[in-house]
């Protein structure tokens, strides 16, 4: 089954290279669709998407890949997921409340702070403080002793 799978994805990456984008997603997609579980595969198809230019996509597969590891524990794994994301798209606030979330899980608030206090900042700067006050009451709740973050809220 692997093998079919490797076949398949340079079976895609033929289509790419000869223009033929559409019918390499739709290869790609059925690859997807076989290897729900296979986050190596929903991996190599993001990198491979991303590499065509089709960053949407890419993301989605990546997205798939973190929320993944969050739900099963391997935060590292997800933090690392997500900031490849973040790479791709950095005006995506979520996803720096997300790896903020993630180090939280991991009791890791002095590394949280970073990610929280940036997408705090850019929440305010939206005009969203319904989702900037969200974000600073994380913040008083994982350093509860810090009274800058209570001076935010």
Request: aromatic share 8%; charged share 30%.
């Amino acid at each position: 089954m692997a093998l079919d799978r490797e076949k398949a994805l340079r079976e895609a990456e033929r289509l790419f290279k000869a223009g033929k984008a559409p019918s390499a997603l739709v290869e790609l997609r059925r690859i997807a669709s076989g290897a729900t579980r296979d986050l190596t595969i929903l991996n190599r198809i993001g990198d491979l998407l991303l590499r065509y230019r089709q960053v949407d996509e890419a993301i989605s597969y990546y997205e798939r890949i973190a929320t993944h590891y969050g739900q099963n524990g391997f935060y590292p794994k997800a933090i690392a997921i997500y900031k490849k994301i973040h790479r791709l798209k950095p005006d995506e606030t979520e996803i720096l409340v997300r790896v903020g979330d993630l180090y939280l899980q991991q009791r890791l608030p002095g590394e949280a702070r970073t990610y929280l206090l940036h997408a705090a900042d850019r929440h305010l700067a939206a005009g969203a403080y319904d989702r900037a006050l969200a974000v600073f009451r994380k913040l008083v709740t994982a350093e509860p002793e810090d009274p800058r973050h209570r001076g935010r809220l």
